[in-house]
Structure formats: structure tokens, C-alpha cells
């Protein structure tokens, strides 16, 4: 699977639109990129994931590169709840094995009033 | 649904007792999985299981041993712990489609003193 690039860092003003990167380069064809995120000490969570077209949820919208070599994920109007680590994980499927997640340091998110 | 549950929740061992963590999921998965996550790093993967019967080795397999008699559940054995193995523990599921979501349960919180 794919290596991935993200900030350790970022802070985001509770109702603006918080916007996570993560660089991607050496992605191949068969690789999604998803995202999750962990609150506190809780268990990851899901959010969302893509191949190269860019999607959304109830929760947030994943923009992803022509070149499928970087990524965004935008939470719209983000709240206090939204704290957490968010990791970006790019996952390979071959028919028949199981599709590892590893996970990488991924980016904290600090969100203010 | 309960999705995918933990026991215990906390433990505490000398060096050298040995334990085993119990992983049950609800949702029919063929995939489980058993991560670490140490502090202020991103999660590592233990060992994984693709069904019923099956086993494989992750990223940092050492010290630990896995066994999947049942769909349901996927129990962690330390036969020896060491301080070394002070983390918390992550156990995942996820449909044999790979491109499903991973369900993580609450965690494990293991002190070897």
C-alpha cells in the first residue's frame, strides 16, 4: 500500500470549513484513499473514501486530484466535536487478501471557538 | 448491533503472566484485525484474519498470538507480557468486500508492570 504525507498539525475556527491534505505520490491504479479519524482515545472511526472521483457524505467531502497524487478532506462548517486525529490511508484490493489498513501519524485537528 | 466489542476494557499485568483480548463482532465480517497504538503514534497492525480458520502475520507480530475458531470472534494471547506491550489495543472488522468500511472497537487499555 501506498505511503502518505500529512501535516501533524492544523487548527480550524469552529463554523469554517476545515481543510485536511494529504499527499499521496506514489499511489497506484487500484488504491482507494480513505479517511478516518479518532476522538480522544476512542476506537478510529470512518469517513469517507474515493478511487479519483471526488465524493461526499453526511460528514464531509474528499477531493481528490486529477493525478490521484494528493488528496483533501473538507469538513464544511466544522465543530468543537470535530476534534481529533484524522489519518489518511491509502488501501489496495487484490482479489482474495485481505485489504490491510495502515495507519500513519495522520494530522491533529484543533477546532476553536 | 453492538458492532465490534472489547474485552476487557482495562488490565493490568506483571511481566511475564500471560491474558488474552476477546474481539466479537456482530456484522457478519470475514475480515478482523488487532492493532497497538502506542502514545502519539498511529496504529499498528498486530496480526489479521481474512475467516474463519485464518490467521497472518501484520507489521509487528512479535509477542503475540492470534486464533480465529469462530467468524465472530478474534482473541489476542500475550504468553508472556512484557512492559514492552504497555498499549492499547485495537480490534477492526470489515466485509469481505475490502472497500467497506473497518468498524473499531473501543479499545483495551494493557499496562505490563
Known amino acids: 500500500d501506498a505511503k502518505t504525507t500529512q501535516p501533524p498539525s492544523m487548527d480550524c475556527a469552529e463554523g469554517r470549513a476545515a481543510n485536511l491534505p494529504c499527499n499521496h505520490s506514489?499511489?497506484?491504479?487500484?488504491?482507494?484513499v480513505y479517511w478516518y479519524r479518532q476522538i480522544h482515545s476512542q476506537g478510529p472511526q470512518y469517513i469517507i473514501h474515493?478511487?479519483?472521483n471526488n465524493e461526499t457524505n453526511e460528514m464531509a467531502s474528499l477531493i481528490i486530484t486529477e493525478d490521484r497524487k494528493s488528496s483533501t478532506l473538507i469538513l464544511p462548517h466544522a465543530t468543537l466535536r470535530d476534534t481529533a486525529v484524522y489519518y489518511c490511508?491509502?488501501?489496495?484490493?487484490?482479489?482474495?487478501?485481505?485489504?490491510?489498513?495502515?495507519f500513519g501519524t495522520g494530522t491533529r485537528l484543533q477546532v476553536t471557538l | 448491533n453492538a458492532g465490534v466489542t472489547q474485552t476487557p476494557k482495562f488490565r493490568v499485568l506483571k511481566t511475564g503472566q500471560s491474558m488474552t483480548l476477546l474481539c466479537a463482532q456482530d456484522?457478519?465480517?470475514?475480515?478482523m484485525y488487532w492493532y497497538r497504538q502506542d502514545p502519539g503514534m498511529g496504529l499498528r497492525l498486530i496480526h489479521y484474519s481474512v475467516g474463519e480458520g485464518t490467521t497472518a502475520k501484520g507489521e509487528v507480530p512479535d509477542g503475540y498470538n492470534v486464533s480465529r475458531l469462530k467468524k465472530q470472534n478474534f482473541l489476542l494471547g500475550l504468553e508472556s507480557a512484557a512492559p514492552s506491550q504497555t498499549s492499547v489495543y485495537f480490534c477492526?472488522?470489515?466485509?469481505?468486500?475490502?472497500?467497506?468500511?473497518?468498524?473499531f472497537g473501543q479499545g483495551t487499555r494493557l499496562t505490563v508492570v
Open positions: 474515493g478511487l479519483k
Open positions: 506514489t499511489i497506484s491504479g487500484n488504491e482507494y
Open positions: 456484522m457478519n465480517h470475514e475480515y
Open positions: 490511508i491509502v488501501r489496495g484490493f487484490n482479489t482474495g487478501t485481505a485489504s490491510k489498513l495502515t
Open positions: 477492526a472488522s470489515s466485509h469481505e468486500q475490502g472497500r467497506a468500511e473497518a468498524f
